[in-house]
């Protein structure tokens, strides 16, 4: 892939994720900040204006900065997400009929999934104070 064609590919993915990022802002179903992650690292391959107006932006920026320091999942979208998992796989469970292998595929990146999410801070960690010397 040349590498304007590149550029352009990489920011209009940026500009998508954006946009589905804030729609995400209004719909409690839709997650916001995995959205605006895919963007942040489009736009870090494509255009560092872009790159920084998300990072440092008003609203979407706390939530990146968090994430790129600490490594937080907020409560909220844990909760959002672990939901989703559980609604999405009863559903394939109990309204189609995938084959056992393709649920237990399903099962079990949904799995990972969710230990990925649950392992992850919903807070800062608490300063420590320093020691004495």
Known sequence: MRKHTKKIALLATGWFFVLLGAVGVVLPVLPTTPFLLIALWAFSQSSERFHSWLYHHRYFGPPLQEWEKYG??????????????????????????????????????????????????????????????
């Not at 999942?73 to 292998?101: E, F, G, H, N, Q």
């Open 72 to 133: 937080i999942i907020p409560k909220r979208a844990k909760i959002i997400a672990l939901t989703t998992m559980a609604i999405s796989a009863t559903l394939v469970i109990l309204l189609t009929d995938t084959p056992w292998y393709g649920l237990a595929g399903m099962l079990s990146l949904m799995m990972i999934g969710a230990v990925f999410i649950l392992t992850r801070p919903s807070k800062r960690p608490k300063l420590q104070p320093e020691a004495e010397i």
